[in-house]
């Protein structure tokens, strides 16, 4: 364990389900983050928070919706998704913004939509 | 963050030192160099960062020459489960900021007996 702990591990939902996805941290981090990591693509930045204010979105679709109800939970919730949203869905955590040093992930979910 | 460039792939054995070079061409002054170690279905891993000449610490060392357009990853004595994806990022940590880590491919380090 990394003090980072994202649930599910795995999930396979289909394309009319809702799901959500949770990351928990209690390393007394500021700032959250969410990853997708397609196979043999880098990893892409999908949402920043910091004090539970998100400060960026990357042109994520809508269908991706976050939620950080404190500093130490970050969710997110999926609904009608596209078998091209199958990754694996990164938690990530810092004490401040970009402070590199500190970066921790979570293990990730891995997403299968069918 | 600056961009950066490293092999795709590398092979070596176990007990070998490894050696993983990244270019950063554009590193700005208040860049400092950091590497990321991932294994398959986890997150990555903070291994070492620097901002000039030598790092070391207790999993690699990190070598930045005087005009800090490059930089290696030195991995001791490598054995099989050094197997992962090694990333080198570039950026400055000062000042705030919410642009988040940008992560290139990195390099596929394979390591066999």
């Known amino acids: 364990e990394t003090g980072v702990t994202q649930t599910p591990r795995h999930l396979v939902m289909g394309m009319t389900n809702k799901k959500s996805l949770k990351c928990e941290q209690h390393l007394g981090h500021n700032a959250m983050y969410w990853y997708k990591q397609s196979a043999k693509k880098p990893l892409e930045l999908m949402f920043v928070?910091?004090?539970?204010?998100?400060?960026e979105n990357n042109s994520v679709p809508s269908r991706f919706s976050p939620e950080c109800p404190n500093s130490s939970h970050l969710f997110l919730h999926l609904h009608t998704l596209q078998p091209e949203d199958s990754a694996l869905y990164l938690c990530?955590?810092?004490?401040?913004?970009?402070?590199?040093?500190?970066?921790?992930f979570g293990s990730g979910t891995r997403l299968t939509v069918v | 963050l600056a961009k950066t460039t490293q092999p795709i792939s590398m092979d070596s054995y176990e007990g070998q030192e490894v050696n993983i070079t990244c270019s950063h061409n554009n590193i700005a002054t208040n860049d400092y160099i950091t590497w990321y170690q991932q294994f398959p279905s986890q997150g990555p891993r903070f291994i070492i960062q620097?901002?000039?000449t030598k790092v070391t610490n207790e999993v690699a060392s990190l070598f930045i020459p005087a005009d800090r357009k490059s930089s290696t990853l030195s991995l001791p004595r490598v054995s099989l489960s050094d197997t992962a994806v090694y990333y080198c990022l570039v950026g400055d940590i000062e000042g705030g900021g919410a642009d988040g880590l940008t992560f290139g491919k990195g390099t596929h380090l394979i390591i066999q007996p």
């Open positions: 620097g901002y000039k």
């Open positions: 928070y910091s004090l539970e204010e998100r400060v």
């Open positions: 990530a955590s810092s004490q401040d913004l970009r402070d590199t040093y500190g970066y921790t």
